[in-house]
Each structure stands twice: as structure tokens, then as C-alpha cells.
């Protein structure tokens, strides 16, 4: 068969997404911190676009979302671009559509137009900055500091801080006594003893090799006289687990009611020494909405703190006004300005993206603000998407990394969303508010006759919630709830 070239035409429809649009969709999907970082790199590189101090506008309009555009939008009407049509004789037929899509009039009215609402409230909840350092001492700095301090010599320190350096967060020596002998060329008979000096270190049980060792350290150091600690952990740590309190009184000789004395003073120990020294960074959620009750109605106000607010540099409107800018200037102030003014209308579209989709939220989830999670209802994308007119893509991106603060605490915008399971009535009961009904029934049993799976099931039928065995074990799973067996104890008298 012989091989050809052949030309064909072919009509074809698809979406092309223009960089604006792409610039349009990321901005919706960013968090706050994402935002900002996008914004403060834009005015970097961005010579047109400047940021709007409080001292430069109004004190009453510094919340406003559409201020900015309103006092801009008397400087930028069709009269005020004529240095940009003068020059059409020289521009491709790209460039002259771009100059079309910039409708400045059109754009600074229809800013003008859908501005949010705007509400000013005094008190706002935030961490307290007093109580935020710079920076935290981690477990082997602390344990340095006692290693310097401690009566060691030469060889001893150079153990110790191998031996510090081989401990993992949690406080435990991964490295074994010979590994440490060899890499620092001292006897293993000294780094052992070195690693004995280490063990007696605050905090207690730390350079432990296991968790056995970890708690037997904290007993031998608190010296409690209740021997059947010592005893239960050296040798039935595994029935510990198991909370397998008759096999221990068995085993041990002790009455159930002492084991149960001694597990008591067990679970007081510290499994995980180092984990107070982890230097994990705290982070401090900043909500993007604030959702308050005002009568009875529920009010939203948008948390624009921090974030700069942009307008257009006043010195390149003037030098395309008055035509000062040559021809490459002028392309390039063109180019910039198209730019920032997108950034601009995204960030303002971006915003009442956000508010609508949270206003829907609001009404759908209004028995939820009322009375808790116990009235959490069932919702989906698809919900909220149709009620406010948009895809779902787009509800998902929205409700990613925002949060809101409501009068039940402060919430990711996809905690609202969940699936339902039959409930009374034929009415759906929301995934999240069956979860918080199992974790209120656990912490409300006899421990000495826990719920099990199956009886959960039935009391939770009781309530016309109709829920699978094998569901209860996976929320209980979810919630980190141990089964009957594991959290059953004995009477205690």
C-alpha cells in the first residue's frame, strides 16, 4: 500500500482557555497566604499596578470593594485614551484587539456596580501575638545544653552527642551501642554507660530504645512504690494493650481492682518524651469570611486584612494621557496595564465568587449555625452550584483552603459539604452529624459495658438513623475510637 500526503479541512469546536481566564480560575483556587504572595510578587514585577494605603483614600471607603474602582473610573473614560487610538496605524491585528478588550469605561462601571456588602464589626478572634516567639528550642538543644552542664569527659560528650543526634522526634535512640561505638571509636561499654547518664535527662524516658524501656525509666525515676507497675510493664506490656486486666490479676496474683490501680498509673506515664519538643511550626488559621448573627438574620462579612488593596499608578496614566511615552513605552505601558487590570477584576471576581457561594452555604446550612452539628445536613457540589448559578469545578475551587468563622467555630467551606444517610422522616442525617451522635454515645458508656458495633447500630435505629454495622466500625475508625473490647475496664468499686 502506498504512502500519501493528503490535505483535509475540518470544523471543529473547542475551548481555548485565553492566560486571563487560566490567571482567573488559579486565583479562585488559592488560599489566603497563596493570595497575597501572588499579589506582593505581581507588584514586584508589575511597575503600573501600586498598592492603595489607608492614608491615600477615605476612611469610609477602605472597605469597600468597589471604592477603588469608583474613584478610578472618573480619571479613565473613552475621552481619556486617545494616545492609545492614535497609534492604530501601527499596531498588528493583535494588538489592536487588545487594546478593544480593555473596555475602560464598562469595566470601572461594572466594578462600580457589584460591590459587596460591607459590615464593621469590633470584635474579631485572633491569636494572641504576645504569646508567638520566634523561634522554640527543639529536644537537642535541650538535651546539649543538660550534656555541656552534666560532670562528662571528652569521650563521654563525644558519645552523647552521637547518641543525640541518632533520636528521632518522639525522643527514642534509633541507632544501636555498637553502631555509635564504632562511628565515634569509643568503647560500647562506655557509650552504654554515656547512654545511661542520657536516659536520667530531662524529659524523663528519653534515648530509650523501645517503649518498654521508655516507661520502666519514668518508674525507676519517679520511684513508685506500687511494685506491680514495674512488674505489669516489664512483663505484660502486650496484655496492657489488650486491656486484658483478668489475664494480669491472673498472672501477677494482684486483684483485678489493684491492676486496674496500677494501668491507672501507667497511662499517666509519657509514652513519647520528646514530642513537647517537636519544633513542628504552629500554624494560626486567619478565616477569609466571617459569618455573624445580627437579630435573626445572619450577616457576611468578607476579611480583607491584610490583603493590599491595588489601583493603577497615577505617573503611566499620565504619560498615556498626555502622549509623553514613545512608541515602545507606550506598548509596553499598554501590555502592563492590561495585565494589572485583570489581575485587579479577578481578585474583585474572586471575592464575590467566594461571598455568593458562602451565602449559599448559609441558607443550607442555617439550622447547623442555629443549634450545632447534631443539624448538620446532608449537601453536595451540585446543591450549591445550582443554587447560585455556577459549575461545580468551580464550588470545589472556591471551598478549598477557606475558611469561615461562624458562631460554632471556625470551619473549612468543604466541612459543609458531605454525603447523607436515611433519617426520620425519609429526611437525610449528614455523614459528619452521625459521626459526632457515635463519638457523644461512646463518651457516654458504662466503661465497663461498652457499646459494641452492633448495638450502636440499634441505638442509633432508635433514632430512625438506618446505618450498616460495617459503617460504625469505619466512622469509629475515622474518630479513633478503639472497639468494645479494647475500651471495656473493670467495675471499679
Same mark, same amino acid.
Given at each position: 500500500?502506498?504512502?500519501?500526503?493528503?490535505?483535509?479541512?475540518?470544523?471543529?469546536?473547542?475551548?481555548?482557555?485565553?492566560?486571563?481566564?487560566?490567571?482567573?480560575?488559579?486565583?479562585?483556587?488559592?488560599?489566603?497566604?497563596?493570595?497575597?504572595?501572588?499579589?506582593?510578587?505581581?507588584?514586584?514585577?508589575?511597575?503600573?499596578?501600586?498598592?492603595?494605603?489607608?492614608?491615600?483614600?477615605?476612611?469610609?471607603?477602605?472597605?469597600?470593594?468597589?471604592?477603588?474602582?469608583?474613584?478610578?473610573?472618573?480619571?479613565? +473614560?473613552?475621552?481619556?485614551?486617545?494616545?492609545?487610538?492614535?497609534?492604530?496605524?501601527?499596531? !498588528?491585528?493583535?494588538?489592536?484587539?487588545?487594546?478593544?478588550?480593555?473596555?475602560?469605561? +464598562?469595566?470601572?462601571?461594572?466594578?462600580?456596580?457589584?460591590?459587596?456588602?460591607?459590615?464593621?464589626?469590633?470584635?474579631?478572634?485572633?491569636?494572641?501575638?504576645?504569646?508567638?516567639?520566634?523561634?522554640?528550642?527543639?529536644?537537642? +538543644?535541650?538535651?546539649?545544653?543538660?550534656?555541656?552542664?552534666?560532670?562528662?569527659?571528652?569521650?563521654?560528650?563525644?558519645?552523647?552527642?552521637?547518641?543525640?543526634?541518632?533520636?528521632?522526634?518522639?525522643?527514642?535512640?534509633?541507632?544501636?551501642?555498637?553502631?555509635?561505638?564504632?562511628?565515634?571509636?569509643?568503647?560500647?561499654?562506655?557509650?552504654?554507660?554515656?547512654?545511661?547518664?542520657?536516659?536520667?535527662?530531662?524529659?524523663?524516658?528519653?534515648?530509650?530504645?523501645?517503649?518498654?524501656?521508655?516507661?520502666?525509666?519514668?518508674?525507676?525515676?519517679?520511684?513508685?512504690?506500687?511494685?506491680?507497675?514495674?512488674?505489669?510493664?516489664?512483663?505484660?506490656?502486650?496484655?496492657?494493650?489488650?486491656?486484658?486486666?483478668?489475664?494480669?490479676?491472673?498472672?501477677?496474683?494482684?486483684?483485678?481492682?489493684?491492676?486496674?490501680?496500677?494501668?491507672?498509673?501507667?497511662?499517666?506515664?509519657?509514652?513519647?518524651?520528646?514530642?513537647?519538643?517537636?519544633? +513542628?511550626?504552629?500554624?494560626?488559621?486567619?478565616?477569609?469570611?466571617?459569618?455573624?448573627?445580627?437579630?435573626?438574620?445572619?450577616?457576611?462579612?468578607?476579611?480583607?486584612?491584610?490583603?493590599?488593596?491595588?489601583?493603577?499608578?497615577?505617573?503611566?496614566?499620565?504619560?498615556?494621557?498626555?502622549?509623553?511615552?514613545?512608541?515602545?513605552?507606550?506598548?509596553?505601558?499598554?501590555?502592563?496595564?492590561?495585565?494589572?487590570?485583570?489581575?485587579?477584576?479577578?481578585?474583585?471576581?474572586?471575592?464575590? !465568587?467566594?461571598?455568593?457561594?458562602?451565602?449559599?452555604?448559609?441558607?443550607?446550612?442555617?439550622?447547623?449555625?442555629?443549634?450545632?452539628?447534631?443539624?448538620?445536613?446532608?449537601?453536595?457540589?451540585?446543591?450549591?452550584?445550582?443554587?447560585?448559578?455556577?459549575?461545580?469545578? !468551580?464550588?470545589?475551587?472556591?471551598?478549598?483552603?477557606?475558611?469561615?468563622?461562624?458562631?460554632?467555630?471556625?470551619?473549612?467551606?468543604?466541612?459543609?459539604?458531605?454525603?447523607?444517610?436515611?433519617?426520620?422522616?425519609?429526611?437525610?442525617?449528614?455523614?459528619?452529624?452521625?459521626?459526632?451522635?457515635?463519638?457523644?454515645?461512646?463518651?457516654?458508656?458504662?466503661?465497663?459495658?461498652?457499646?459494641?458495633?452492633?448495638?450502636?447500630?440499634?441505638?442509633?435505629?432508635?433514632?430512625?438513623?438506618?446505618?450498616?454495622?460495617? !459503617?460504625?466500625?469505619?466512622?469509629?475508625?475515622?474518630?479513633?475510637?478503639?472497639?468494645?473490647?479494647?475500651?471495656?475496664?473493670?467495675?471499679?468499686?
Amino acid at each position: 500500500m502506498a504512502l500519501e500526503l493528503r490535505q483535509n479541512l475540518k470544523l471543529a469546536q473547542q475551548l481555548v482557555m485565553t492566560p486571563q481566564l487560566q490567571q482567573a480560575i488559579k486565583l479562585l483556587q488559592l488560599s489566603r497566604i497563596e493570595l497575597i504572595e501572588t499579589i506582593n510578587q505581581e507588584l514586584e514585577s508589575n511597575p503600573v499596578l501600586e498598592e492603595s494605603t489607608a492614608m491615600d483614600e477615605p476612611a469610609s471607603d477602605k472597605n469597600d470593594g468597589g471604592a477603588m474602582a469608583e474613584e478610578q473610573s472618573a480619571d479613565w +473614560d473613552e475621552s481619556n485614551i486617545p494616545t492609545l487610538a492614535s497609534t492604530e496605524d501601527q499596531k !498588528t491585528p493583535w494588538e489592536e484587539q487588545a487594546v478593544k478588550d480593555i473596555n475602560w469605561k +464598562d469595566y470601572w462601571e461594572d466594578e462600580s456596580k457589584t460591590t459587596l456588602p460591607s459590615y464593621s464589626f469590633e470584635h474579631k478572634e485572633a491569636p494572641n501575638y504576645e504569646n508567638i516567639i520566634s523561634s522554640s528550642q527543639d529536644l537537642s +538543644d535541650h538535651l546539649i545544653w543538660q550534656l555541656q552542664m552534666a560532670d562528662l569527659d571528652e569521650e563521654e560528650i563525644a558519645a552523647g552527642l552521637n547518641i543525640i543526634g541518632n533520636l528521632d522526634k518522639n525522643g527514642y535512640l534509633k541507632a544501636s551501642i555498637e553502631n555509635i561505638a564504632e562511628s565515634t571509636g569509643i568503647a560500647a561499654e562506655k557509650v552504654e554507660a554515656t547512654l545511661k547518664k542520657i536516659q536520667t535527662f530531662d524529659p524523663l524516658g528519653v534515648a530509650a530504645r523501645d517503649l518498654r524501656e521508655c516507661l520502666l525509666i519514668q518508674i525507676d525515676s519517679l520511684g513508685f512504690e506500687n511494685k506491680l507497675v514495674r512488674t505489669l510493664v516489664s512483663d505484660h506490656l502486650h496484655q496492657i494493650e489488650l486491656h486484658n486486666y483478668r489475664a494480669m490479676a491472673k498472672a501477677t496474683g494482684a486483684s483485678v481492682q489493684e491492676v486496674v490501680e496500677a494501668i491507672d498509673i501507667i497511662t499517666s506515664l509519657e509514652p513519647r518524651p520528646g514530642r513537647q519538643y517537636n519544633s +513542628d511550626d504552629t500554624h494560626y488559621i486567619v478565616p477569609d469570611i466571617y459569618v455573624y448573627k445580627v437579630d435573626d438574620e445572619y450577616v457576611i462579612s468578607m476579611n480583607d486584612d491584610g490583603i493590599p488593596n491595588l489601583r493603577i499608578n497615577s505617573y503611566y496614566k499620565e504619560a498615556l494621557k498626555e502622549g509623553t511615552a514613545g512608541p515602545e513605552a507606550k506598548n509596553f505601558i499598554q501590555d502592563k496595564l492590561k495585565s494589572a487590570l485583570w489581575l485587579m477584576k479577578s481578585i474583585h471576581q474572586r471575592k464575590k !465568587t467566594i461571598y455568593k457561594v458562602t451565602e449559599s452555604i448559609v441558607r443550607f446550612q442555617k439550622d447547623f449555625l442555629d443549634h450545632g452539628i447534631s443539624h448538620l445536613k446532608p449537601l453536595i457540589l451540585r446543591n450549591v452550584a445550582e443554587d447560585v448559578n455556577m459549575h461545580e469545578s !468551580t464550588i470545589s475551587r472556591v471551598t478549598t483552603n477557606k475558611y469561615v468563622h461562624t458562631p460554632q467555630g471556625i470551619y473549612e467551606l468543604k466541612f459543609f459539604f458531605s454525603s447523607g444517610l436515611p433519617g426520620k422522616s425519609g429526611n437525610e442525617v449528614a455523614t459528619q452529624s452521625v459521626k459526632d451522635r457515635i463519638k457523644q454515645l461512646i463518651a457516654a458508656e458504662d466503661p465497663a459495658k461498652p457499646y459494641s458495633d452492633k448495638q450502636i447500630v440499634e441505638i442509633l435505629a432508635r433514632d430512625n438513623i438506618k446505618i450498616a454495622r460495617r !459503617t460504625v466500625a469505619k466512622y469509629r475508625d475515622m474518630l479513633g475510637i478503639l472497639p468494645s473490647n479494647r475500651r471495656k475496664r473493670p467495675r471499679t468499686k
